[in-house]
């Protein structure tokens, strides 16, 4: 089933859809927003030279330090009375990257996350177990309202409390599974705990799965270890949450809701637009907001698109599953980590020099952080409790400011392994496993 017949509308309508779509973003940024009207008049253009979609080519990109740099609301759109809801992800102290939706924004989301839930099978009479995190996070809310608008039940279940979940899934005879690809493995680890044949208390048929990159080879593992479908959501805050992009049925590429998203795929190095196929960093214009319309965002995800039918009937570009980053960026249990933010924390804490280094691994199926930090030369490193103080404060911050679960070790001066003069400052052990 399609939730929406626009998914398989013919290329030349999808394009005209665009380019309508495109033309009043373009006016609207410019009337509204001083950062783009500032841009586009440096380059001399104007909303209306935009003829075709391929004159997007000519317009600047936006950067995730662009929405730091208009923290909290300088590149909304609209007054805050017709803003209804707010996201946000981490950022430096004090400084994350706010997100705001009106009314239709929210409608626009609620309808792409009703395609990504259709397209893997979901409809009403499905119960949906939940286990995005709620709050500030889109991921929980995202997969919340649209279970609810395709008359599914959802189950708010969160993040954490392992048993207690699988209690619920059992009880409540949970049909699919929304979490992290981690979390997900994680609760298979904890059922099987009950026995070879776990499978059977649980009524699941599929999941979806999203937030931070998966092997296929860890595909294959969530999969099996529920006896499910795995379907796939890519998506981020900046351009709306979950729901930019889904797996079919049919194959493991995503099809990207591209009446709302407007996909392009650069060179990273030079920012020159790549051809069908060509793996580059996603960009994406989006084509329908109203508080927060963002023109060229550069997703930092590195992927491929491909225009070639899909069996499943909808024509829609689909990209493939992403396949790394063009930043640094680490996702730690579906938790963006800059090491750059993790750098601003430390260097606000007495006690710890600048050298440190941030180490991702695998315990079990969930990832953990440790940050190895430097302690200065003025710390006597024998007295105990001023370390377990520093190292307290450190884990606070990283928590509070960031939302990073990390264990801290203070190291003495000078003990991090450096690679030419150079501190190896992340090394991800994830990737070994
Ligand atoms: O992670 C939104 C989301 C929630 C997507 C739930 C899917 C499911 P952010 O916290 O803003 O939003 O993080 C966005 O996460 O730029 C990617 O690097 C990464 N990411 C999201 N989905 C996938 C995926 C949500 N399917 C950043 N595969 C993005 C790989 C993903 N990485």
Redesign the pocket.
Known sequence: MVWNKIECAKREDIESLQLKRLQETLKRVYALTPFYKKKFDELKILPEDIKSLEDIQKLPFTKKQDLRDHYPFGLFTVPMSQVVRIHS?SGTTGKP?VVGYTAADMDVWNEVMARVYTMAGVTAGDVVHNG?GYGL???GL??HEAAQKIGATVVPASGGFTDRQLMLMRDFGATVLAA?PSFALHLAEIAKKSGPNYRDEYKLKCG???????SDGLKKEVSEAWGIDYH???????II??GVSSSCKYSKL?HINEDHFYPEIIDPKTGEVLGEGERGELVITTLTKQALPIIRYR???ITSLTYEPCKCGRTTVRME??VG?ADD?L?VN???VYPSQVEHVIANTEGVTLNYQIVADKKGFLDKLEILVEISDEVISDNIKELENIKKELQHSLLNNLYINANVKLVEPRTIERSMGKAVRVVDKRSEK
Do not use: C, H, Q
């Open positions: 992800s990257t995005y996070f889109t991921g995202g997969f992290t979806l799965f999203g937030a931070e990159p998966v796939e959501t890519y998506g981020l805050s900046e949450g979950p995503l997703t930092g995800d599953s992403i980053r960026m996702i579906g938790v963006n």
